[in-house]
Each structure stands twice: as C-alpha cells, then as structure tokens.
C-alpha cells in the first residue's frame, strides 16, 4: 500500500479521533532553495524534523554579480553563498534536497491536523505535515531592448544592494514621476549628479500622483538638484561593462549606459535605480486558494503563518513588507521555530491520547519564547520598503 493511501485512508479516520497524527513522508516540506527557503530547512534539520526542500533554481538574484549588505558574506556571490548553506545543512540526516518544480499542493488534512500531498512537475507524489512557501518574486520589467540584460548589472532596484559599487558616479531613475522622490530620499547619500527618466508620465496625472504621497515633491528634488527628462525611452545601450571595468581596491564597478528615446539625444549614465513592479514567482499560493494580497502572500509574521492552517510563507514572497537576504533568513527561522513548536504540540497532544489544546494564543506564547520577540518592531521600522 503506497503512503499517499495509507495517510488518506487515516486521515478519513481523522475526523472522529483528532489526536491521530498523519504519517507523512516527512515533517516539512519547503518550496524554493533560496536564503529563506534554505534557512527554515536549517532550523527545522537542526532539531531533527524530516524535511524536504525542493528548488528550482529562478532565484531573484540571479542576474546580480555580487550579494551586498548580508553581514559577514559582504560581496560574496549569491550562488556561492546557497552553495555553502547546502553543503552545511546537508550534514543533518533529517535534511533532504530535490532539484524539481512543485506544481501542486494539495491539503488532505483536517481542521486539527494538518496534512498535504505535493505533487512535482514528473506527477511524483510526497507528503508532509507542514509546508513553507519560499518561493519568491520576479521582477516585471517593461521589455525595453537593454534593460533585461543589464538587470543587476549596473541597474538595480536596491541601493543596499549595489549603490556602494556605483557611488558618485551618474546615476538614472527608473520609472514613473510619482516614484522619484522616494528613489532620491534612498540615494542621495551615494549619488548628487541624479537624473529621473520618468518616459512621458511628467503629466497632470503622474503629478497629482506625486503630490499625493509628498507634498512638496517640486521644491524637494529642486533642492536635490535631480533633473527630469520626459521624454519617452527607446532603449538603453551598454557602453561598458562594469564586471570587466572595475577597481576592487575601491570596490568600484565602472558600468556606462546610453539612454535613447524617440527624440533628441541620448544620456549618458553609470548606474539606475528602478522602479518597477514584482509578482509572485510561483502560482502556487493562488493555485492553494491562499489569501495573496498586492502580489504577496499574507501572513500573521507572529509565525509566518498563511491563511491555510499548516502552511507558512517565508522570504520576498510573504507580506511582511521586507524583501532582502537578511529577512529571507529572518523568516525562514522565525516559520522554522513555530512549526517545529506547533508540530510537537500535536506530537504531545497525541501521546496523552485527548484532543490537546492547540490555541494560536499559547503557541504564539511558545514560539515567541524560543525565538525572542524583541527584534520585530525594529525590523518593521528599518525595512518597510527594503
Ligand atoms: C538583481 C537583484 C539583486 C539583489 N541583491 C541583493 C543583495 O545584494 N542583498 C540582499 O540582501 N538582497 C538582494 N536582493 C534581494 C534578494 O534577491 C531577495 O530578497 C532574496 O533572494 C529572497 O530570498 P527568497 O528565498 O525569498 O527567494 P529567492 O532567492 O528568489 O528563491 C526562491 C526560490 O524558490 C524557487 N521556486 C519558486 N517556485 C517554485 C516551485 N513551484 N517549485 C520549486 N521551486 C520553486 C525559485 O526557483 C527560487 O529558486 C537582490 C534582488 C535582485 C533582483
Ligand atoms: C541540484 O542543484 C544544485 C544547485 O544548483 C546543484 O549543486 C546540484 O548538483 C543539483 N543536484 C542534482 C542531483 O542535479
Ligand atoms: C497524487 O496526489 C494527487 C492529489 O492528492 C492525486 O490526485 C493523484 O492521484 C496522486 N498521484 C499519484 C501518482 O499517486
Ligand atoms: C515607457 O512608456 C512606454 C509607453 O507607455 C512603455 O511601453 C514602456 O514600457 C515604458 N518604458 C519604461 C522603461 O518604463
Ligand atoms: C511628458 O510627456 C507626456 C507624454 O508625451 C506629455 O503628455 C506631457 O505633456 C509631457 N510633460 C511635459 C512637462 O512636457
Ligand atoms: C584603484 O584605485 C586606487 C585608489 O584610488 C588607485 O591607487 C589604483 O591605481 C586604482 N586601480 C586601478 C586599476 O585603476
Ligand atoms: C506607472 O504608471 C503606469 C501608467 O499610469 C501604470 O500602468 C504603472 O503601473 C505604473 N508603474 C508603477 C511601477 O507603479
Ligand atoms: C487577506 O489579507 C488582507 C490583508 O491582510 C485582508 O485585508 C483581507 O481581509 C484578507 N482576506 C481574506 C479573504 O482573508
């Protein structure tokens, strides 16, 4: 008898004796291998849930030379940096790793237990108990001939990220006239010569659009001295290469681009802030009938819990308003932490043989215990947007 028949034919049985606890392939299985995905294999390997972490490797990072602002990895790159997180994590038995695309996520549990089986792109079956969403975003970019290429490589969403490699040098925003301000409030600790491409929306619309998020948005880039160019972008052009024109000793990336346009001449840039939107990598979250809100999984961060008892959204892909290494670790722990808790919550309740009780309250309690609460006001603080 294959276990996807045994967990069904226990589950039936779920109903009347809620204390059953579902045998399962494994404890966890978590989609997506990169920094939040790998961080909650860490966390729940470590105290010995089985756990199954399928990747597909279209990470956000991808296109970027280096990874930047992720203390003690400074400048590492990001593939280097998920090489070595396996290679640690790979030592704990309980830790297993498939290369394979989920393309289905089904529950087959109750509103005690929870259970899913996860069916992969070759119609292979596996089941689990608990399931971690690290799937991540894209970026959806206009398909402007240059920009795709150049993403992460000159051009970039996040001054955190690669501003220090460009500092001082000309510097180009990216998208419509409302979102230029909030460029230049990132940036103009590492940039003064700044001009904004906003591609025609220089018009009442896009003005009224910028009044309403700051008043005084005219005066305030006047003072800034950003410069804004209307007119309607064509493509972007590659004049130099900043992975071969380089001085590491300065840390220094020596990228040039010329931006054309249907009229007029083109400008010349060393580096762009963008402004574009992103989506959910996967549609896995909607194919689940998760709540996905603004292209984001909602989650309570209390646990990074979605709104399906027993699956948690860790990384860029929740809706904790953080979209960076250091919170896709942050995530990944913090779900690790609370899943292991309230899977021995159901282990415990079981052993004593009556339904325990299984309150959001108490295991918010525990799990906050073990993780510390502290860290949490401060983090919506500093990383709102980034
Ligand atoms: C150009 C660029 C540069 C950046 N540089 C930095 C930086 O310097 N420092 C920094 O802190 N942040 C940086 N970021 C942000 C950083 O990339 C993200 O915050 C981080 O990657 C989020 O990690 P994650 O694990 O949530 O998602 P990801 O790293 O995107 O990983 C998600 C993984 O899930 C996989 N996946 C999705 N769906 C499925 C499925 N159905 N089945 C199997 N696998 C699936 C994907 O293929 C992918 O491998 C940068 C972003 C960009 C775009
Ligand atoms: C799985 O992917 C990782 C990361 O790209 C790679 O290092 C590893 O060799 C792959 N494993 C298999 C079995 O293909
Ligand atoms: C895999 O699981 C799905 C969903 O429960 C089910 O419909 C399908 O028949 C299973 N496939 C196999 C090969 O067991
Ligand atoms: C510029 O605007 C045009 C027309 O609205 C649009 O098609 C294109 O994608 C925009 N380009 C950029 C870089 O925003
Ligand atoms: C900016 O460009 C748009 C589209 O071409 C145009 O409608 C608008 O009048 C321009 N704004 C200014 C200030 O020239
Ligand atoms: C890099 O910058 C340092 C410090 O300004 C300078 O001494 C050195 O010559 C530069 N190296 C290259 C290859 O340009
Ligand atoms: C920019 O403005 C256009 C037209 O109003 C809109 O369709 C698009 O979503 C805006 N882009 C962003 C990133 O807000
Ligand atoms: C989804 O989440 C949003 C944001 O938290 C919330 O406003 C909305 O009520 C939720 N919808 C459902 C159906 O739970």
Same mark, same amino acid.
């Given at each position: 008898?294959?276990?996807?028949?045994?967990?069904?034919?226990?589950?039936?049985?779920?109903?009347?004796?809620?204390?059953?606890?579902?045998?399962?392939?494994?404890?966890?299985?978590?989609?997506?291998?990169?920094?939040?995905?790998?961080?909650?294999?860490?966390?729940?390997?470590?105290?010995?849930?089985?756990?199954?972490? =399928?990747?597909?490797?279209?990470?956000?990072?991808?296109?970027?030379?280096?990874?930047?602002?992720?203390?003690?990895?400074?400048?590492?790159?990001?593939?280097?940096?998920?090489?070595?997180?396996?290679?640690?994590?790979?030592?704990?038995?309980?830790?297993?790793?498939?290369?394979?695309?989920?393309?289905?996520?089904?529950?087959?549990?109750?509103?005690?237990?929870?259970?899913?089986?996860?069916?992969?792109?070759?119609?292979?079956?596996? #089941?689990?108990?608990?399931?971690?969403?690290?799937?991540?975003?894209?970026?959806?970019?206009?398909?402007?001939?240059?920009?795709?290429?150049? =993403?992460?490589?000159?051009?970039?969403?996040?001054?955190?990220?690669?501003? +220090?490699?460009?500092?001082?040098?000309?510097?180009?925003?990216?998208?419509?006239?409302?979102?230029? =301000?909030?460029?230049?409030?990132?940036?103009?600790?590492? *940039?003064?010569?700044?001009?904004? *491409?906003?591609?025609?929306?220089?018009?009442?619309?896009?003005?009224?659009?910028?009044?309403?998020?700051?008043?005084? +948005?005219?005066?305030?880039?006047?003072? +800034?001295?950003?410069?804004?160019?209307?007119?309607?972008?064509?493509?972007?052009?590659?004049?130099?290469?900043?992975?071969?024109?380089?001085?590491?000793?300065?840390?220094?990336?020596? &990228?040039? !681009?010329?931006?054309? *346009?249907?009229?007029?001449?083109?400008?010349?840039?060393?580096?762009?802030?963008?402004?574009?939107?992103?989506?959910?990598? #996967? &549609?896995?979250?909607?194919?689940?009938?998760?709540?996905?809100?603004?292209?984001?999984?909602?989650?309570?961060?209390?646990?990074?819990?979605?709104?399906?008892?027993?699956?948690?959204?860790?990384?860029?892909?929740?809706?904790?308003?953080?979209?960076?290494?250091?919170?896709?670790? !942050?995530?990944?722990?913090?779900?690790?932490?609370?899943?292991?808790?309230?899977?021995?919550?159901?282990?415990?309740?079981?052993?004593?043989?009556?339904?325990?009780?299984?309150?959001?309250?108490?295991?918010?309690?525990?799990?906050?215990?073990?993780?510390? &609460?502290?860290?949490?006001?401060?983090?919506?603080?500093?990383?709102?947007?980034?």
């Amino acid at each position: 008898m294959k276990v996807a028949s045994i967990l069904s034919l226990s589950l039936s049985l779920l109903a009347a004796s809620a204390e059953v606890i579902p045998k399962t392939d494994y404890d966890v299985i978590v989609v997506g291998g990169g920094p939040a995905g790998l961080s909650a294999l860490s966390g729940v390997s470590r105290v010995r849930r089985s756990a199954l972490l =399928f990747d597909d490797h279209r990470y956000r990072n991808g296109p970027t030379r280096n990874m930047h602002d992720v203390i003690g990895n400074d400048g590492t790159p990001p593939d280097e940096f998920r090489g070595l997180a396996r290679e640690q994590i790979s030592k704990y038995p309980s830790a297993h790793f498939k290369n394979g695309t989920v393309k289905s996520i089904t529950s087959t549990g109750t509103d005690d237990v929870s259970a899913f089986t996860v069916t992969d792109a070759t119609g292979k079956n596996y #089941t689990a108990r608990k399931i971690v969403l690290g799937t991540g975003l894209r970026d959806v970019l206009p398909d402007t001939p240059g920009l795709q290429e150049s =993403f992460g490589k000159g051009i970039w969403w996040c001054p955190w990220c690669d501003g +220090w490699e460009h500092r001082d040098q000309p510097l180009g925003v990216l998208g419509n006239l409302s979102d230029v =301000f909030g460029s230049v409030l990132e940036t103009n600790t590492l *940039f003064s010569d700044i001009t904004a *491409f906003v591609n025609g929306t220089q018009n009442p619309e896009g003005e009224a659009q910028a009044t309403a998020s700051h008043d005084d +948005w005219k005066e305030q880039l006047k003072a +800034w001295n950003v410069k804004i160019d209307n007119r309607t972008i064509t493509s972007i052009e590659r004049i130099q290469d900043g992975a071969v024109h380089q001085n590491k000793t300065l840390d220094a990336q020596y &990228d040039k !681009f010329l931006v054309h *346009f249907t009229e007029g001449e083109p400008v010349e840039r060393g580096a762009f802030i963008t402004n574009f939107h992103t989506a959910q990598r #996967t &549609d896995l979250a909607y194919k689940m009938g998760l709540n996905v809100s603004d292209e984001k999984i909602v989650v309570d961060t209390s646990g990074m819990r979605a709104s399906e008892f027993g699956v948690y959204a860790i990384g860029d892909a929740n809706s904790d308003g953080s979209t960076n290494v250091p919170h896709a670790m !942050f995530s990944g722990k913090k779900a690790a932490v609370y899943l292991h808790v309230q899977l021995s919550r159901e282990d415990s309740a079981s052993k004593i043989s009556k339904r325990g009780d299984l309150s959001y309250r108490e295991l918010e309690k525990e799990a906050r215990r073990a993780i510390g &609460d502290n860290l949490e006001p401060q983090w919506a603080k500093a990383t709102r947007r980034n």
